[in-house]
């Protein structure tokens, strides 16, 4: 009975209707895409919405279309075919919901950047808006879903992809200022992307440690509409300079007018904390999970906000409810085990919390660094908090045991918690080892420093420990300024081969691997380029992002490794699509490929 | 603070219960445009109950997506409520698609009348569904013909609704009106109550600094029938 026709199809429907009807007048379609030759997957436990949904495909010509009827028979379809286009049910019966099949895909990189996931639910979701999910669908869509409807979102999704497709691959790569270059592109050319283009824009600033220009895009949104995200925006700017009661009203602000939009929850919380009222952040964490329930990370939040006021039975049911959701999701942690382990501890139930722990190993060990470690310091926690000094000090033997056979270290947070435990049970020369590994790292972290001397204090060493941060600075600051001698001196080869050193020493030095990551870009300056160099100062940079997300040196050094690059041959049709090639610089990280601009740079650079 | 006043279990039934009733209703609105769509009168001897039944699968479909945004609070803060920027092209195209099979089953014309790049800031689910509800109400109304046309009016935006039938009778006017839009019509005893409630309070939410968006019903217009007329600022 159905006529296949082409993409648009309504047009000749409409006209091959006209003996027996009236005409319906069409609108006007800007382009076509070609839909028929696309790969589709349609996702829904129910086999009615199944072959609705296949013929709606049908009539757009598609031919290639396979069907899943849960989240798992839809994970296993993802691995073997990257489709162009996924159609899936956000409801799933038992097992993976579709948010979890679109988060376990996106992590998993089982679609392509162009590929569309579109989720599908009976009713307007809260997920639409609340803005901040770290894993969004490209298009959400209420049944019921017709075949006009389907079409057109399809098409904007696909345009809004094409628009975007050259700002998210420089997102992906990190070239964050290259990507907020890029915004400025097309907004000059895209009237209905204008507002989503700042947005990112916006985002792509504050990623480049540039929050005033971030505010300034944020206050140029606000004085066309009242966006909230652009008003959570500028609190969260706020807040960075440290106005936390002026943020805490821009975030209620929002809340009261869009009780859904989570991400100012997140940040109303942070606010909080911030002011040092942790009971409010801890209630607003409560607030938040309690509209996005089935999201781990939140019940994560949530969990150890709530351990870190003693406030068990919160905790417990924030973690219990972790371990639920998370059987079915790629964002179950470590961390939901260890904060139930510590729960079960708290409650005086030692052999569930032990359980817990090589429930977590055996879950996580072979892909989480520290598995072990992180195992044993719970444990020596619990039996510490319980009163078991005799295993509490074992664990702590055990501990040491470990840190001699592995010189490799978890990050700080991890290591004070060590250090301080480690302390309690009396295993103190590892103790100020491990403390003096967290102050090397951080040698210009005078907060930091100031805690760490605090545990030295309560554990009646402050003259030791007070000897032990002065000797880590002076170790970590000589390393870094030997390096700068190299560097300035002109003796290049021999600067990379000191920073590599001294990374291996210091490797969550933030500073010092900013340090590492110029002195390569110089040589590259100088010597030409070498791809396996750029290759190490990028993982270096990446390491450095994960550690302290959102400096500015970051950005700015993550560019002038991309100006680095050799440029394409031809200068005519140099990127795609014959727009300039990327090789406008901004003024302010122009590489300098003499000495001469070496000054200006030293002023950041030690 | 104020947590929704249902029960979470309640909530969840509900969603589960909505869930399933919008799929059937999905598979059979989807099966009748199917089978009407390849038809004509002469090849299909029911075509004419065809479009009776696609038509009321349809009024079911709106009724029950009214209802369900009324429950989640259509109106109030706590609507997931998704303003953006769209295109009108595109909000005119889902419109006509939802409404083609249906106008050419019973052979009524649509004319357009917009300006495709124009902007319109909105929550697309909610306007598409009001704006195709009130087609689907003229479309019972009208006698041949049905106009949707949308322009500027200086900041705000307006969307008419117009057909050539024999308009809306006075009560219903005067509940359309702007300045009583609370009183006269008894909603729970006037079954056209629902979709104009609901349609009033979807354009409510659309704000922008002091203006709100409006409903009102008007007769006369281009062709001369009943009118409805949102507008957006």
Redesign the interface.
């Known amino acids: 009975?159905?006529?296949p026709t082409a993409p648009g199809a309504?047009a000749d429907?409409?006209a091959s209707?006209v003996?027996?009807?009236?005409?319906?007048?069409?609108?006007?379609?800007?382009e076509q895409i070609d839909w028929a030759s696309k790969h589709y997957l349609i996702v829904d436990d129910?086999v009615?919405?199944r072959?609705?949904l296949r013929?709606?495909l049908r009539s757009l010509g598609a031919r290639n279309i396979d069907q899943a009827s849960s989240g798992g028979e839809a994970m296993s379809l993802l691995n073997k075919l990257r489709y162009d286009v996924v159609l899936c049910d956000y409801?799933l019966g038992e097992g993976k919901n579709g948010q979890q099949v679109l988060e376990e895909a996106r992590v998993r990189q089982l679609l392509l950047p162009s590929s569309v996931f579109v989720m599908v639910?009976?009713?307007?979701?809260?997920e639409?808006?609340m803005g901040a999910a770290e894993h969004q669908p490209d298009a959400y869509l209420?049944?019921?879903?017709?075949?006009?409807?389907l079409?057109?979102r399809l098409n904007?999704v696909w345009r809004r992809k094409q628009i975007f497709r050259l700002i998210d691959q420089a997102f992906v790569e990190k070239d964050y200022l290259h990507a907020a270059r890029l915004c400025d592109e097309q907004i000059a050319a895209n009237?209905?992307h204008?507002?989503?283009l700042l947005r990112m824009k916006a985002r792509m600033l504050e990623k480049s440690g540039q929050p005033a220009r971030a505010r300034e895009v944020y206050e140029q949104v606000l004085a066309q509409?009242?966006?909230h995200w652009a008003r959570a925006g500028l609190g969260k700017i706020r807040m960075a300079d440290g106005e936390f009661e002026q943020a805490r009203l821009m975030f209620q602000t929002v809340i009261?007018?869009?009780?859904?939009y989570i991400d100012a929850y997140d940040q109303l919380a942070k606010a909080y904390q911030g002011m040092g009222q942790h009971e409010e952040a801890a209630a607003i964490l409560e607030?938040a999970a309690?509209l996005s329930p089935n999201s781990v990370p939140r019940q994560r939040n949530l969990g150890q906000a709530a351990l870190r006021l003693g406030n068990v039975p919160m905790a417990e049911k924030a973690f219990r409810k972790c371990l639920v959701i998370g059987e079915y999701s790629i964002r179950k942690a470590p961390d939901d085990y260890l904060g139930l382990a510590r729960v079960c501890g708290l409650k005086n139930n030692t052999k569930d919390a032990l359980q817990l722990l090589l429930l977590a190993q055996r879950e996580f060990g072979s892909e989480h660094e520290h598995m072990v470690l992180r195992a044993k310091i719970t444990e020596g926690l619990i039996y510490h908090e319980s009163g078991d000094y005799q295993n509490a000090r074992r664990c702590g033997d055990e501990l040491e045991g470990l840190l001699n056979a592995d010189p490799k270290r978890p990050g700080t947070a991890i290591c004070i918690e060590m250090a301080t435990l480690l302390f309690a049970v009396g295993v103190k020369r590892m103790a100020g080892e491990v403390l003096a590994y967290v102050i090397r790292n951080n040698h210009d972290n005078t907060l930091l420093q100031d805690e760490v001397q605090k545990i030295f204090d309560r554990a009646r060493l402050p003259d030791e420990g007070a000897a032990i941060i002065r000797s880590a600075r002076k170790e970590a600051a000589d390393l870094m300024n030997q390096g700068v001698v190299l560097w300035k001196t002109g003796k290049l080869p021999d600067a990379v081969k000191w920073m590599r050193q001294a990374r291996e020493r210091l490797p969550d030095n933030v500073r010092v691997l900013f340090n590492a990551v110029q002195v390569s870009i110089s040589y590259i300056q100088q010597y030409g380029y070498d791809a396996e160099l750029e290759a190490e100062a990028r993982g270096v940079l990446e390491h450095v992002d994960k550690l302290q997300p959102g400096q500015q040196r970051f950005a700015q050094l993550m560019e002038q490794l991309r100006n680095l690059q050799p440029k394409p041959p031809a200068p005519g049709d140099a990127e795609g699509e014959g727009e300039q090639p990327a090789a406008t610089p901004a003024p302010a990280t122009k590489p300098a490929p003499q000495p001469a601009a070496r000054p200006a740079r030293s002023r950041r650079f030690s | 603070?104020e947590?929704s006043r249902q029960s979470p279990e309640l909530s969840l039934f509900l969603?589960?219960t909505?869930?399933d009733m919008?799929?059937?209703?999905?598979?059979l609105?989807?099966?009748l445009?199917?089978?009407l769509?390849?038809?004509?009168?002469?090849t299909e001897k029911a075509y004419a109950q065809m479009a009776q039944m696609l038509y009321q699968t349809r009024r079911l479909?709106d009724n029950l997506m009214q209802l369900?945004?009324l429950y989640?609070q259509v109106g109030k803060?706590?609507?997931?409520?998704?303003?953006?920027?769209?295109?009108v092209?595109?909000v005119?195209?889902?419109v006509?698609?939802?409404?083609?099979v249906l106008?050419?089953?019973?052979?009524?014309?649509?004319?357009?009348d917009y300006d495709?790049?124009q902007?319109v800031?909105a929550d697309e689910?909610?306007i598409?569904g009001v704006v195709s509800h009130a087609v689907n109400n003229a479309l019972h109304y009208t006698r041949?013909r049905i106009r949707l046309a949308v322009r500027d009016t200086g900041g705000d935006l307006e969307i008419r609704v117009e057909d050539n039938g024999e308009g809306f009778p006075p009560a219903l006017l005067a509940a359309g009106a702007p300045a009583s839009s609370a009183s006269g019509v008894n909603f729970l005893t006037n079954s056209a109550g629902l979709g104009l409630y609901f349609s009033g309070e979807v354009a409510r939410m659309h704000r922008?600094?002091e203006r709100t968006g409006a409903v009102r019903l008007e007769n006369g217009g281009t062709l001369g029938g009943g009118c409805f007329i949102l507008t957006l600022p």
């Open positions: 009975m159905t006529t309504s429907a409409a209707a003996d027996s009807a009236p005409a319906v007048a069409t609108p006007k379609v800007v129910f009615g919405i072959q609705l013929e709606s409801n639910s009976a009713e307007k979701s809260v639409s808006v209420v049944k019921p879903i017709t075949e006009g409807v079409l057109t904007r009237r209905v204008v507002i989503e509409r009242e966006y009261v007018e869009n009780r859904h607030r309690k | 603070m947590e969603a589960s909505a869930h919008k799929n059937s209703i999905s598979v609105s989807g099966t445009e199917r089978l769509d390849g038809a004509t009168p002469e479909n369900l945004a989640k803060a706590g609507y997931p409520f998704d303003l953006q920027p769209l295109e092209g595109q005119v195209e889902q006509v698609a939802l409404a083609r106008l050419e089953s019973r052979g009524i014309a649509l004319e357009l495709p790049e902007i800031h689910d909610l598409v041949d922008h600094r």
